[in-house]
């Protein structure tokens, strides 16, 4: 199905095409929804641009294509606004209709602009030995949604988590392993035990610096593949993924693969020599680097990337070049997106610079979030004052079973503890989602459990509103066969655009990589949905047999709406609260 706007904007290339203006093949400004529902639905400034190529002023070509446009079906009215603006009220019929075509269709019609087109994400990353902490949080959350809303558009998603399982840090673990290894602890809690050691490892070291000396001889037999030392490693890296599967389930993210750095380690040292032999790498005290001029960005020519250092280490950047490569040669993606940090920056950037001097043509996108806030201080491993993913869960979870069994006093056990999870687990999601990424977020317990309120228990209460209206009915959503809306009031005909425009809202979302565009939407859906339940009642007796379906038509309309907007965020959308 074609999207409102793009309908509007080829009628409006249409008319301009008519009148002279353009050539049939012209790009036309599209139109966009107006920020105020007084001066119409759609609003586009097109004849601005016409204006300067006509050599009239801007109102006078806005008032042919205003003239022009008021003859079709889809437009009740257009007006002429300001200095040239073209506004749209679109046809309530053409709007019932739409609307009923939409809500019947997969996925309300989203159209597949990705057909046949393939990109590579980047996101989570967690190290092996250790627990997930909240700094893998808002990579994780993001980086998921913005997989199903490219997903749904119908690209091919290769979902990478780039695992940290490979590097010095495992020499210094398996001394700690060998030394103080506490069997009954590991047999309890592996992976606590595995950073218990790790730590120990670092306090004993600063009083013997042997230490140092034993764990990089236990790095070079794991490299060189001493069978003992990579028992270990597999065994490390074992328990700790299935540590991290645990919390992905609970935050329903899935990955298609996880290859982690060690994956690319035989790859390095022949991807140094090949950019040593083309000039693109270079010697530089020792190390080798890859030095970049203005023209391949700005500030990179003082920054240079670092591939491999002096005692012949390889780095980050490194195993991120093979990695560019790997996934070019096995996938052929159009796009490759990372989602981390916004201190990554300056490195991936150093990264993509690097890769299209290898002549690797993909585009690349670094989407960089901003820092978790906690009770007023930032998480940081460095500052010892991070949280374990998980108890971050587990406490979200245990502040939305008090508002569960205050409001849901009526369900059974087993279906408020389900929704509790469900509540708690959305509501640190849409905390983030609801931010944009670059920007630092800070969790509020109370706030972001509120019923009220941009939360993830008032969007989740919405869409289970609809379901109860449906069993109230006597009748299965699922199989309900919706007639054309009632839009006789207000509140309705706002509810209507809404739903409509939940593809174009999907579109901006993911071309813009930011999922709070998709969040502001479907809060403002459930608003709006409020206001209509408010005002029109949909079972009452004495309605007739006309209006119920059709107030029950907009409303299965919302519920189609509602459930896919929280499925692409990565709520669960429940039924019943």
Known sequence: MKLVSELLTEG??????????VEPDAVAEPFVPT???RHGDYQCN???RLAKIARKAPREVAAILVERLGDNPMIARVELAGPGFVNVFLSDPWLGENLRARSVAADLGVPQVGAGRTMVIDYSSPN???RMHVGHLRSTIIGDAITRMYR???????ADNHIGDWGTQFGKLIVAWERWRDDAAYAEDPVAELQRLYQAFGEAAQEQPDLIERARAETVKLQEGESKSRALWQEFCRVSLEEFDRVYERLGVSFDVVLGESYYRDRLQRLVDDLLERGIAVHDQGAVIVPFDASDGKG???NPLLIRKSDGAALYGTTDLAT???RVETWAPERVLYETDVRQALHFRQVFAASRKLGVEVEFVHIGHGMLKLDGGVASTRAGTVLNLVDVLDTAVAHARTVVDQASAHLSESERAEIAEAVGVGAVKITDLSQ??????HFDWERMLAIEGDTAPYLLYANARCHSIFRKAGLDIETFVPGLPDLTHDTARAVALLVVRTPEVVIAATEAAKPNVLATHVFALARAFASFYSACRVLDEDLSAEVRLGRLSLVYAVARSLSLCLDLLGLVPLRRM
């Open 128 to 130: 092996i030995a250790k």
């Open 436 to 441: 944009n990424p670059s920007t630092d977020i």
């Open 46 to 48: 097109w004849a601005f």
């Open 152 to 158: 749904v558009l119908g690209w091919k998603v290769i």
């Open 324 to 326: 560019v490569l790997h």
């Open 12 to 21: 409006i290339r249409a008319a301009a095409v008519q009148a002279g203006l």
């Open 35 to 37: 920020a105020d529902p």
């Open 300 to 302: 990179l020519s003082k």
